[in-house]
């Protein structure tokens, strides 16, 4: 009987991962295709997924434009190509005209053969540019002062507090500008630890002093997939009111257990929404590697949530420069930390299990889908970057490899022999191959 919602869930993990795929592959796909043609290298084929042809048309480029059985992946083939990975077909090339030699990859100008190239992972990064723009854009940030749009649910709501008070002090503290996080972690640190508090507030441009819960209430407002919680059936929503029989009203009580358990079982009461009763969990932290602000990792015990305060705040509209910024600032810092965490795996600073193969993606799709379209659009936005960033990577079959043989064509002034080649890709897909068993190895054997 358990087998019809495994079934689903599986379903749903790999339309997820599939239709996440799809979009970030017909995008670097796209790139190569687009800067191709406007670079005069003609493309015979776009196919997205490999396989049996399942519809094609041709353009009036003469591309064909095809869809294939197999989904996991696409290919641009352009004319001189031996095979999908722009392998050389020596025979067909030397029995081309100059005309025709030049629309191939291999008989194009340097320029050209770069920027066609390059366009895969620029184009994935220009992906998550704009996806992370447009989510900053529709969901603004925070006003300021900083101001209540409306109550979270809570199991003890103190109602003082109402939708269009602006903060000024928490318990006498001045509340800080909504930008100054360090200002914010001062205010926490700061607050004395009762789950009642007064706040005083701008309402009807009166000032009043009213009660209100403590703002950071131990209240799961994200759900990390694949974490702790998460596999134990956790929710977004849910507030966790006692700990190993230790009632806790303030996010920082649950933290500290946490990160004190030493990856003991900790008894979880949780409450809610629409449920009679406390629901009881039990659940053991992971160690997990958190890249640091100041660069590196450090590893804590976690069990996979986020918090947030107790009331939503009120948001203003960003503007698109402002939003576009933010976008290219997220596509850094998930580069950035992508590079810092492979570097500090193969120095053996964190483990190596921090390295996710197609399983673990997989999950992670279906994981960020089940939490709504906005967290799997993230997902696929976050994934174009490590896309992007695993091809520039400088290894031969990949596009990184592609650009160090034009550099060393560039510097020496001939490209690399056929012989090199062969043995260079060889070794190439040798290296990606390995990896991508021991990442799949990880996904299967890692806790």
């Given at each position: 009987?358990?087998f019809?919602?495994?079934f689903?869930?599986?379903?749903?993990i790999?339309?997820?991962f599939?239709?996440a795929?799809?979009?970030?592959?017909?995008?670097?796909e796209?790139?190569?295709?687009?800067i191709g043609?406007?670079s005069?290298?003609?493309a015979?084929?776009?196919?997205?997924?490999?396989?049996?042809?399942?519809?094609?048309?041709?353009?009036?480029h003469?591309?064909?434009w095809?869809?294939?059985?197999?989904?996991?992946?696409?290919?641009?083939k352009?004319?001189?190509?031996?095979?999908?990975?722009?392998?050389?077909?020596?025979?067909?090339v030397?029995?081309?005209?100059?005309e025709?030699?030049?629309?191939?990859?291999?008989?194009a100008?340097?320029?050209a053969?770069?920027?066609?190239v390059?366009a895969g992972?620029v184009?994935n990064?220009i992906?998550?540019?704009?996806?992370?723009?447009?989510?900053?854009f529709?969901?603004?940030?925070?006003?300021?002062?900083?101001?209540?749009e409306?109550?979270?649910?809570?199991?003890a709501?103190?109602?003082?507090?109402?939708?269009g008070d602006?903060?000024?002090?928490?318990?006498?503290?001045?509340?800080p500008?909504?930008?100054?996080?360090d200002g914010?972690?001062?205010?926490?640190?700061a607050?004395?630890?009762?789950?009642?508090?007064?706040?005083t507030?701008?309402?009807?441009?009166?000032?009043?002093?009213?009660?209100?819960?403590y703002?950071?209430?131990?209240?799961?407002?994200?759900?990390?997939?694949?974490?702790?919680?998460?596999?134990?059936?956790?929710?977004?929503?849910?507030v966790?009111?006692?700990?190993?029989g230790?009632e806790?009203?303030?996010?920082?009580?649950?933290?500290e257990?946490?990160?004190?358990s030493?990856?003991?079982?900790?008894a979880?009461?949780?409450?809610r929404?629409?449920?009679?009763?406390?629901?009881?969990?039990?659940l053991a932290?992971?160690?997990?590697?958190?890249?640091?602000?100041?660069?590196?990792f450090?590893?804590?015990w976690r069990i996979?949530?986020?918090?947030?305060m107790?009331?939503?705040?009120?948001?203003?509209?960003?503007?698109?420069l402002?939003?576009?910024?933010?976008?290219?600032?997220?596509?850094w810092?998930?580069?950035e930390?992508?590079?810092?965490?492979l570097?500090?795996?193969?120095?053996?600073?964190?483990?190596?299990?921090?390295?996710?193969g197609?399983?673990?993606i997989?999950?992670?799709?279906?994981a960020m889908?089940s939490?709504?379209?906005?967290?799997f659009?993230?997902f696929?936005?976050?994934?174009?970057?490590a896309?992007?960033?695993?091809?520039?990577f400088?290894?031969?079959?990949?596009?990184?490899?592609?650009?160090?043989?034009f550099?060393y064509?560039?510097?020496v002034?001939r490209?690399?022999?056929?012989?090199?080649l062969?043995?260079?890709?060889?070794?190439?897909l040798?290296l990606?191959?390995?990896?991508?068993?021991?990442a799949?190895?990880?996904?299967?054997?890692?806790?």
């Amino acid at each position: 009987m358990d087998f019809i919602p495994q079934f689903g869930s599986l379903f749903q993990i790999l339309l997820a991962f599939v239709v996440a795929l799809s979009i970030i592959v017909a995008i670097h796909e796209y790139g190569h295709y687009i800067i191709g043609r406007l670079s005069g290298i003609r493309a015979e084929v776009f196919s997205l997924g490999f396989g049996p042809v399942l519809f094609s048309r041709v353009d009036k480029h003469g591309t064909r434009w095809q869809l294939a059985a197999l989904p996991f992946g696409g290919y641009v083939k352009f004319l001189g190509d031996s095979d999908a990975a722009s392998g050389r077909d020596g025979d067909a090339v030397r029995g081309m005209s100059e005309e025709d030699r030049r629309m191939t990859m291999h008989g194009a100008p340097l320029w050209a053969r770069t920027a066609t190239v390059a366009a895969g992972p620029v184009f994935n990064f220009i992906l998550s540019i704009l996806v992370f723009g447009a989510l900053f854009f529709l969901q603004g940030e925070v006003a300021r002062p900083l101001t209540v749009e409306k109550m979270r649910p809570l199991p003890a709501e103190v109602a003082a507090l109402e939708p269009g008070d602006r903060l000024l002090e928490i318990a006498g503290i001045p509340v800080p500008d909504s930008e100054d996080s360090d200002g914010f972690d001062a205010l926490n640190d700061a607050l004395p630890l009762e789950p009642v508090l007064d706040y005083t507030v701008l309402r009807d441009d009166r000032e009043q002093v009213v009660q209100g819960p403590y703002p950071y209430p131990p209240l799961v407002t994200q759900l990390a997939p694949n974490s702790a919680a998460y596999d134990i059936g956790m929710e977004v929503g849910d507030v966790i009111r006692v700990v190993d029989g230790d009632e806790i009203f303030a996010f920082d009580q649950l933290k500290e257990r946490v990160e004190g358990s030493d990856g003991r079982v900790l008894a979880l009461k949780v409450w809610r929404e629409g449920q009679p009763e406390l629901l009881d969990f039990a659940l053991a932290p992971r160690r997990v590697d958190e890249p640091k602000p100041e660069g590196g990792f450090r590893t804590e015990w976690r069990i996979g949530i986020a918090g947030g305060m107790a009331f939503e705040p009120a948001t203003e509209r960003m503007g698109p420069l402002a939003a576009v910024g933010n976008g290219v600032t997220q596509t850094w810092r998930i580069a950035e930390s992508s590079i810092s965490g492979l570097w500090h795996m193969i120095t053996g600073a964190i483990s190596t299990c921090n390295m996710t193969g197609p399983i673990g993606i997989a999950q992670t799709s279906g994981a960020m889908a089940s939490q709504g379209a906005v967290s799997f659009i993230w997902f696929v936005a976050a994934l174009s970057t490590a896309v992007g960033l695993l091809n520039l990577f400088p290894i031969p079959v990949l596009d990184g490899g592609h650009l160090v043989f034009f550099g060393y064509e560039a510097v020496v002034g001939r490209p690399p022999s056929d012989n090199a080649l062969r043995i260079l890709m060889g070794a190439g897909l040798t290296l990606i191959l390995s990896v991508m068993i021991f990442a799949l190895t990880n996904d299967v054997f890692c806790p």
